[in-house]
């Protein structure tokens, strides 16, 4: 990333893995180390980025999967451009929940489009822009659907797929996590928090010097 003197730190990996814990715990941390945090996600990170995420998330009814990733991708295309370069211009560790990593697996291998092509077309809507540190917690689908049926609540579009997608989608994650090993940390997902956030937080110290 080439955008100014901050940080940029991407959450990944598939409904259930525990994005959210990792996030508050990495965000409260980074506070306590006098870092000025932003919290984003995708989709939903601007006033934008919310209408995007209700029709991909919520709406009632298929979506073309190729509208599908174009929808992620205008989302994207926005967010990085009003909310992640400027926050990195002040100097602040942006830390975000999913990103063009996650097109790649759920519209890539999930939808069963052209990964490549879902790649490039999110680099060209974010102008090329990588995070310095993608932090993918990986959970077996079988694991993620014990706890998100424990959660008590509706699934989204996505969390609603059947177990073959979320597979498919876990397998994406791997493979892109072993074509980038400097950008990603892959850490066991069914490991305690604490022990979660012990491991991304001694490759955050690194990256932040």
Sequence with gaps: MTSGPGVWITLEGGDGSGKTTQSDLLAAWLSSEGRTVLRTREPGGSEVGNLIRDIVLHH??????????????????????????????????????????????YQGAGRVLDAGEVRDLSLWAAEGALPDLTVLL????????????????????????????????????LALAAAEPERFLVVDADASPQVIAEQIRARVQELLG
Excluded: C, M, N, W
């Design 138 to 173: 990986d959970l077996a689908p079988e694991a993620a659907r014990v706890r998100l049926d424990s959660a008590d609540k509706p699934f989204d579009r996505l969390e609603a797929e059947k177990t073959e997608f979320h597979a498919r989608v876990r397998d994406a994650y």
């Design 60 to 105: 009632r009814g298929d979506i073309a999967p190729r509208a599908e990733a174009l929808l992620y991708a205008a989302d994207r295309a926005h967010h990085v451009a009003t909310v992640v370069r400027p926050a990195l211009a002040r100097g602040e560790v942006v830390l975000q929940d999913r990103y063009l990593d996650s097109s790649v697996a």
